[in-house]
Nanobody
């Protein structure tokens, strides 16, 4: 069974940094595009960042642009989200997702999801 496992979440003060990781259980995901989404309590899941299959194309939500960086290491089957200058409004459960095609910011176009990792930013 294919699995995506996130790690790296935690509690951090505003202005701090965290790096989230998403490990895939199989090399099959080399051909997938990847994204990070987040969901805060009482809110819908929202797009955070996207990276293409080869890693040459990235997109970010306006709210995280310039602060977050998405990357992938296909040799390690792992994707990352480096989060700097964190703000309390970044508090959410963060999910990694993998899919073959579709609108990059639409969660419905992703086929595989991790279990989520909690990020809490204190003021």
């Amino acid at each position: 069974q294919v699995q995506l496992v996130e790690s790296g979440g935690g509690l951090v003060q505003a202005g701090g940094s965290l790096r989230l990781s998403c490990a895939a259980s199989r090399r099959t995901f080399d051909n997938y595009r990847w994204a990070w989404f987040r969901q805060a309590p009482g809110k819908e899941r929202e797009f955070v960042a996207y990276i293409s299959r080869a890693g040459g194309i990235t997109y970010y939500a306006d709210s995280v642009k310039g602060r977050f960086t998405i990357s992938r290491d296909n040799a390690k089957n792992t994707k990352y989200l480096q989060m700097n200058s964190l703000k309390p409004e970044d508090t959410a459960v963060y999910y990694c997702a993998a899919g073959l095609s579709g609108t990059y910011y639409n969660p419905a176009t992703y086929d595989y999801w991790g279990q989520g990792t909690q990020v809490t930013v204190s003021s």
